[in-house]
């Protein structure tokens, strides 16, 4: 079996270590000394944007042997689409996996925009289709619709996407989107559609998940829970017809030794602000509810967000993103991978922090230590 | 400030073979883009002011077009063609605050309003006539206004943000260049309203137009400019207009052109001709070459540098 590994490439700058929750890298904290692209140089700044950066993370991590990487979307970090657009030729075979949200884009704009960047990289477009987690930042971005109709919206622009793409003439006159004999130009049309990573927790991201996705993208869960949520994607699948493939993002602590990966997490973790934790319970966002659901009374210490070996769910205290994530030696991290893989998870969203840095590690020293082979899945 | 700008092809000419007999290395490495790709650079390496990537449904995306322009060079502007209907303004905002932040500033917009209705159907757009205007106001309002303000509120027709705004590092970069056209009085309203530059066709007639948005927006100088085609006459030329067509010719779909207004003619006569329109206060100029890549390089070694002894001579003129 082939399993594919992507990195992540963050869209917000990046910190340059997990034990201090501070941004050097890009432009979200104010300017100072050790701060790079841009850096100051002569108490200047020296030109060299974010992008910068983000094309060193890509390279580094084709280089160390990942799939892709996926560029994430909130509200305040920079746009994937313009990121990939503005990278399609910095990396060969390395993909991008855009997230987006479709009801902010037009289906068939959004054909072309995806069919010429295929064209700019051969290839390489990747979607990660993101529904939003509603709240303050739905309306922040305009969008009023309501987290339910969010995803039969979702559907309907994946409707209509693939179909303008695919079938000419293309009409379609449906609750959000209305189109009058579309169609992509010829060299556009032939290119692939990109695959599909769908995220997203609730009933309504499963319904909308199994007609459409490639795959079925989860974040890092304790395994019971992953396992449990995966049957029901399948099953809704199976009742449509298709068979979902399922993906990971996960970050990982991976080092020679398990003590050396766990003092990252332990100096991390006296370091962070406390009151984070309560931020997580903003938003309508079902994934957000659902990771603080697998922390158990009160947290004292770190380890008490070690909710089964190896598996943290502490990672958002100690950088922006989501809660759980691997900390271990690497042979551990890379057989809890295997699990997953036993679990049926075929593609992975790697991440760890600093991103340039941790790519070439996990790519040198835990990627090699996978063997797809299977293991007993504990209870 | 003279601003020269390259319309570039949306549909490179398709790739050929190379015959029985010659080795070809290009294999995969030689993505369909790569003409397009060599076309930025040259416009770039010529010191063209900046490029538009139209929108044309049948050609490459404009926004993944300007992405790799603005990549590809350091000076180059990139000036992205677009219908309001692509995207909601706050997430156009956002596109191109990643383009801005990149670039240093270099993008623009040329927002397209109205066109065939059959079009823009086919686009997933049912918006058209005084609604496209309206909706081209208010994406306007709202782009500048979450990249200005925050938090910013609106209320429309056909957007609604709340608690909106960019914060920082997002905020604080120039917002695009915006570049609209038309002569009705609505699009004059809109322009007087929103555009950087204003853009007009040879035989507009500049001088109505710069009266009618001096006297829609007051003390607010919209800068003028004019799309057209043209053809650098050289030696040796076996493409381009008929032989004997010189000066006003307006043939150019014929050769493929999407604007078929244009200039003919040496660079020195082309840039008196275009001097003659600085004059008048003309000083954008949109200009649409083929081949985009050689003309390119022919702008930029011939007809800018006339155009730059022009003004040397008229500042000298005025001492």
Redesign the interface.
């Known amino acids: 079996m082939s399993v594919d590994f992507y990195w992540r490439i963050g869209m917000h700058g990046d910190q340059r270590s997990l034990t201090e929750r501070a941004a050097t890298r890009?432009?979200?904290e104010p300017d100072g000394p050790g701060r790079i692209a841009p850096a100051l140089r002569g108490g200047v700044p020296d030109?060299h944007?974010?992008?910068e950066h983000m094309a060193d993370v890509a390279r580094a991590a084709e280089a160390a042997g990942f799939y892709g990487g996926l560029m994430p979307s909130f509200?305040?970090t920079?746009?994937p689409?313009?990121?990939?657009?503005?990278?399609?030729?910095e990396t060969r075979g390395f993909r991008f996996m855009i997230a987006f949200q479709p009801?902010?884009?037009?289906?068939?704009?959004a054909a072309?925009?995806a069919?010429?960047?295929q064209?700019?990289?051969?290839g390489r477009v990747v979607y990660n289709v993101i529904t939003g987690g509603g709240g303050?930042a739905q309306?922040?971005?305009?969008?009023?619709v309501a987290h339910d109709d969010r995803y039969a919206r979702t559907s309907e622009f994946l409707h209509?996407h693939k179909g303008?793409w695919k079938e000419r003439?293309y009409t379609f006159d449906g609750r959000f989107?209305?189109?009058?004999?579309?169609?992509l130009?010829d060299?556009?049309a032939a290119q692939d559609l990109p695959e599909i990573y769908f995220s997203g927790s609730s009933a309504a991201a499963i319904d909308a998940a199994g007609r459409h996705a490639d795959h079925y993208l989860s974040w890092m869960e304790p395994t019971a829970a992953l396992a449990r949520k995966f049957a029901a994607v399948r099953e809704h699948s199976a009742a449509l017809g298709r068979t979902p493939r399922f993906a990971v993002r996960v970050d990982v602590v991976a080092r020679r030794t398990e003590k050396a990966a766990w003092d990252v997490v332990r100096t991390g973790f006296e370091s962070a602000d406390p009151a984070a934790l309560a931020q997580w319970r903003t938003g309508d966002s079902v994934g957000a509810a659902r990771s603080l659901s697998f922390i158990d009374g009160p947290v004292s210490g770190y380890r008490d967000l070690e909710v089964e070996p190896n598996v943290w769910g502490g990672f958002s205290l100690l950088r922006g993103g989501p809660a759980f994530g691997l900390v271990g030696s690497y042979a551990q991290v890379a057989e809890r991978i295997d699990e997953l893989i036993a679990l049926g998870v075929d593609a992975f969203i790697l991440a760890g922090v600093p991103h340039l840095e941790e790519a070439r590690r996990v790519g040198a020293e835990v990627l090699p230590l996978v063997t797809g082979a299977r293991r007993p899945v504990p209870a | 400030m003279t601003e020269v700008i390259l319309r570039l092809p949306t549909?490179p000419a398709p790739a050929r073979g190379l015959g029985a007999v010659a080795t070809d290395v290009r294999g995969?490495l030689y993505?369909?883009?790569e003409e397009a790709?060599q076309t930025w650079r040259a416009a770039e390496i010529a010191g063209l002011d900046g490029v538009l990537a139209p929108d044309d449904?049948?050609?490459?995306?404009p926004?993944?077009?300007?992405?790799?322009v603005?990549?590809?060079g350091r000076h180059l502007r990139a000036v992205a063609e677009?219908p309001p209907?692509?995207?909601?303004?706050?997430?156009a905002a956002?596109?191109?605050?990643?383009?801005q932040?990149?670039?240093?500033g270099r993008l623009g917009w040329k927002v397209a309003v109205g066109g065939d209705p059959?079009v823009r159907?086919?686009?997933?757009?049912?918006v058209t006539g005084e609604d496209a205007l309206r909706r081209a106001h208010e994406f306007l309002t709202?782009a500048k206004g979450v990249w200005h303000e925050r938090p910013y509120t609106?209320e429309g027709d056909f957007?609604?943000?709340?608690?909106?705004?960019f914060?920082?590092?997002?905020a604080g970069r120039p917002f695009p260049t915006v570049y609209l056209s038309g002569t009705t009085p609505g699009e004059l309203d809109l322009s007087a309203a929103h555009a950087d530059v204003h853009l007009l066709r040879l035989g507009d007639d500049v001088g109505a137009v710069r009266a009618e948005l001096d006297r829609r927006a007051p003390g607010r100088a919209v800068r003028l400019g004019v799309e057209l085609s043209v053809s650098v006459r050289h030696v040796g030329q076996d493409d381009g207009p008929p032989e004997g067509v010189a000066g006003r010719w307006d043939g150019f779909a014929s050769l493929g052109h999407t604007v078929p207004e244009g200039l003919v003619g040496t660079p020195a006569e082309l840039a008196a001709e275009l001097d003659a329109l600085r004059r008048r206060g003309v000083t954008t100029f949109v200009v649409e070459a083929r081949p985009a890549l050689a003309e390119a390089y022919r702008l930029g070694e011939h007809l800018l540098p006339a155009l730059a002894g022009l003004a040397e001579e008229a500042v000298a003129g005025a001492r």
Do not use: C
Request: glycine share 12%.
């Open positions: 890009g432009d979200w030109g944007a974010y992008i509200p305040f920079d746009d689409w313009a990121a990939a657009g503005l990278l399609a030729r009801g902010f884009l037009n289906p068939v704009h072309r925009m069919a010429s960047l064209r700019a990289t051969n303050p309306l922040w971005w305009g969008d009023e209509v303008v003439p989107h209305r189109v009058e004999n579309g169609a130009p060299a556009l | 549909r995969d993505g369909p883009l790709f449904p049948d050609g490459e995306e926004w993944t077009v300007a992405a790799g603005l990549r590809a677009f209907s692509f995207a909601t303004p706050v997430y956002k596109l191109s605050a990643t383009l932040r990149a670039a240093h059959a159907a086919a686009q997933g757009d049912p709202v609106f957007y609604r943000v709340l608690g909106g705004g914060g920082h590092p997002l």
